[in-house]
């Protein structure tokens, strides 16, 4: 199975801040990663598709990057409603996995 | 607009069966691949099992392989899953999801359901 982790776990940031989420796959994935956001009590919903494509309707201030084993989700400049909780996950094989998640708060 | 609403959930003792459903709507059911996630309290997310847009071919984690199945009925645009010998560790909020992908093979979950609460405990 290929493992997903995230970190860091979680942060603390204030808006208008440039924020950094990182993902490491134990081995290559090619760009087969996606990135989701979730806020509580919500189901998660799609940022970021194939490690860099923007998802319809998603704020262009959220970027991702990477291929192979290392993967960055970031936002350029924080606004209120960024403060969530955020999940990578791949899909080269089977079992899809997820990272741990990164919880980003208010500073 | 696309939307997935799953149902069947509950409070159930452990070895017992449940049935969810997710009522799809607003896009080509038969043409999308499903999924269902689920996610324990306070926990993160784990895939659980995936089925083809035929319904042809299923994948299931390990976790739950023997235990659960996943099958579609496309002219209900219907997608369920059976779970059967269900244990405390299967508490969860369980999620339908729209697979989409792009011609290089990769997929994510574009579109998910609320998600609905299963309990198993006595």
């Known amino acids: 199975d290929i493992q997903m982790t995230q970190s860091p776990s979680s942060l603390s940031a204030s808006v208008g801040d440039r924020v950094t989420i990182t993902c490491r796959a134990s081995?290559?994935?090619?760009?087969?990663l996606n990135w989701y956001q979730q806020k509580p009590g919500k189901a998660p919903n799609l940022l970021i598709c194939?490690?860099?494509s923007l998802q319809s309707g998603v704020p262009s201030r959220f970027s991702g990057s990477g291929a192979g084993t290392d993967f960055t989700l970031t936002i350029s400049g924080l606004q209120p409603e960024d403060f969530a909780t955020y999940f990578c996950?791949?899909?080269?094989?089977?079992?899809?996995?997820f990272g741990g998640g990164t919880k980003v708060e208010i500073k | 607009e696309v939307q997935l609403l799953e149902s069947g959930g509950g409070l159930v003792q452990p070895g017992g069966s449940l049935r969810l459903s997710c009522a799809a709507s607003?896009?080509?059911?038969?043409?999308?691949?499903m999924s269902w996630v689920r996610q324990a309290p306070g926990k993160g997310l784990e895939w659980v099992s995936s089925?083809?847009?035929?319904?042809?071919?299923?994948h299931y984690a390990d976790s739950v392989k023997g235990r659960f199945s996943i099958s579609r009925d496309n002219s209900r645009n219907t997608l369920y899953l059976q779970m059967d010998s269900l244990r405390d560790e299967d508490t969860a909020i369980y999620y339908c999801?729209?697979?989409?992908?792009?011609?290089?093979?990769?997929?994510?979950?574009?579109?998910w359901g609320q998600g609905i609460l299963v309990t198993v405990s006595s």
């Open positions: 999801a729209k697979v989409a992908g792009n011609k290089n093979g990769c997929h994510w979950f574009d579109t």
């Open positions: 607003g896009f080509t059911f038969s043409s999308s691949a």
């Open positions: 089925i083809r847009n035929s319904g042809g071919s299923t």
């Open positions: 081995q290559s994935i090619s760009d087969f």
């Open positions: 194939a490690a860099s």
């Open positions: 996950q791949q899909s080269y094989s089977t079992p899809l996995t």
